[in-house]
């Protein structure tokens, strides 16, 4: 006698998507780290300058007006400057150091970009904008009476930028009043607390968005997809 046996097989449909959404949430995970280290790397990033970089802005009363930039910019390049005061100020660098994502755990997706701690400059060299920068004064040169400027002291303009080969002197060995020069160091009027000082010149424009992001995902794409294997495991 032959026997025959029906089986009945039942799919948990709700196990299986269940397994589905977490293999999903690690194959986004992984898929952030890529883009995101892909998205540090699209900088051009430089260390700020022992010297500052000197300039002739313009004149001010008849004495020419310089410029001390300790970060200069490069034409045509978006800059991410390295934290000069090393790795325990991470939380006030800049935007290489304050990219995150996050995976959505709803929609199954993943978004990439600036922190909240990122300051205005981060949002602005990612998104772009408008900018203005203000030449504010740190001191004239050369230097009288005893509050004297450290910074203006240690780093001293060039001669030829003072006016008639540099300060000259009066008969009596004082520095004449002609050659004193205003000097200034460029910052983000908006953003910088204002002191009782004066500003020397403006400067403002727009500036396009850089994309990091998206040149980090562009340049990544193609491994994205192999995150999804072997993702997904029973029973």
């Known amino acids: 006698m032959q026997v025959r046996a029906k089986v009945k097989g039942k799919i948990n449909v709700r196990h299986i998507k269940k397994r589905t959404k977490e293999g999903t949430q690690k194959a986004l995970h992984g898929a952030g780290v890529i883009v995101q280290r892909s998205a540090r790397k699209q900088f051009s990033h430089r260390n700020v300058k022992s010297k500052p970089?000197?300039?002739k802005v313009g004149t001010k009363d008849g004495?020419?007006?310089?410029?001390?930039?300790?970060?200069?910019?490069?034409?045509g390049k978006i800059t991410s400057w390295k934290n000069p005061r090393g790795r325990g100020a991470t939380?006030?660098?800049?935007?290489?150091?304050?990219?995150?994502?996050?995976?959505?755990?709803?929609?199954d997706s993943v978004a990439i970009?600036?922190?909240n701690e990122a300051v205005w400059?981060?949002?602005?060299?990612?998104?772009?904008?408008?900018?203005?920068?203000v030449l504010?004064?740190?001191g004239r040169y050369p230097q009288r009476g005893k509050n004297k400027n450290a910074l203006l002291e240690k780093h001293q303009p060039p001669a030829a930028m003072l006016g008639g080969g540099g300060p000259r002197r009066d008969k009596r060995g004082r520095f004449a009043r002609r050659g004193r020069a205003?000097?200034?160091?460029?910052i983000d009027p908006v953003h910088t607390r204002r002191r009782p000082t004066v500003d020397l010149a403006k400067s403002s424009g727009r500036v396009p968005p850089a994309r990091f992001m998206a040149k980090g995902l562009a340049a990544k794409r193609d491994r994205l997809a192999a995150?999804?294997?072997?993702?997904?495991?029973?029973p």
């Open 182 to 186: 205003y000097v200034g160091i460029w």
């Open 91 to 107: 939380r006030t660098g800049f935007l290489r150091t304050l990219i995150n994502f996050e995976v959505d755990r709803r929609r």
């Open 53 to 55: 970089q000197w300039s």
């Open 113 to 115: 970009g600036p922190t």
């Open 121 to 133: 400059l981060n949002k602005l060299q990612e998104f772009g904008g408008s900018g203005q920068r």
């Open 63 to 75: 004495r020419p007006v310089l410029a001390m930039d300790f970060r200069p910019p490069i034409a």
């Open 136 to 138: 504010r004064l740190i």
């Open 227 to 234: 995150e999804w294997g072997n993702k997904i495991s029973g």
